[in-house]
């Protein structure tokens, strides 16, 4: 036998035995050595992949969620958070857009630091989302509204109204930090329930609030899709009620949802 035969051979044998092996391991759960993140040497687990985007719609009123707890499917977050989390319940509000509970958020952070409820489960990428907000308290910010495309606390799209400020603000936040798209000036009761209302199609974005204030930008930092929830930002207390978000076609185009929508179907 020559010398390159032999060596084929032993090659043949190497990758049999190699097959088996992972064969092996993969019928007992586990992972070669050498394997993706996630063996048995240690390594962390790779983060899941994203969700699909959801092609149905979905609306919350928390009127069926019990008062002094987070509303059900929930989950509070923070971006930059300094140790002190903010507080989301359900609470009685005779005053909320459909009576009798709103979701208030109680706050006393500082700074950079964002407060975030998420909506579980969710995934919309090209969406019609609709927030209704009334002003709390707060010494350093006021406020609050929708956020959506959430990877989590530090990446997402968000879109406030600032009575403090008397502005209407477009953002996205990148691993922790904010950065402005867009924003117009707005005079508005702070006492009252307002409407934002963001359209979201590829990566042209507008946001209505009240159905008169508009912004509009284009931006590609977050293309796929992630979850909606309610934002505020420092010591802002707010209420928040009626959410709704339903998925936008391609075929909207450019237009504006249209503030003060119904519940989705």
Request: charged share 20%; aromatic share 8%; with cysteine.
């Amino acid at each position: 036998m020559s010398d390159r035969e032999r060596n084929a051979g032993w090659s043949m044998v190497a990758i049999a035995s190699l097959a088996v092996a992972v064969v092996a391991a993969m019928a007992c759960g586990g992972a070669p050595t050498g394997a993706a993140p996630g063996n048995a040497a240690g390594h962390a687990s790779p983060a899941p992949a994203a969700a699909p985007a959801s092609t149905t719609a979905a609306s919350w009123n928390f009127d069926e969620d019990a008062t002094g707890a987070v509303p059900k499917g929930w989950t509070p977050g923070e971006t930059a958070g300094r140790g002190t989390p903010a507080t989301w319940k359900v609470v009685d509000d005779p005053s909320a857009p459909t009576p009798p509970h709103a979701v208030a958020v109680a706050a006393e952070n500082h700074g950079r630091t964002f407060n975030l409820l998420l909506a579980d489960g969710t995934s919309y990428r090209d969406l019609d989302l609709v927030v209704k907000v009334k002003a709390g308290t707060g010494d350093e910010d006021r406020g609050g509204g929708p956020a959506w495309r959430a990877a989590g606390p530090d990446d997402y799209y968000v879109c406030r109204w600032n009575p403090l400020e008397d502005n209407f603000r477009l953002y996205y936040v990148r691993r922790g930090r904010r950065h402005q798209l867009a924003g117009t000036r707005v005079h508005s009761d702070p006492a009252a329930w307002h409407t934002i209302a963001v359209h979201h199609v590829g990566t042209h974005i507008v946001a209505t609030f009240d159905g008169e204030a508009r912004v509009e930008a284009d931006d590609d930092t977050f293309t796929g899709p992630g979850m909606v929830g309610l934002w505020t930002k420092a010591d802002a207390s707010s209420f928040f009620d009626d959410v709704s978000v339903k998925p936008a076609g391609a075929d909207a185009g450019h237009a504006p949802p249209e503030a003060g929508a119904g519940q989705a179907e």
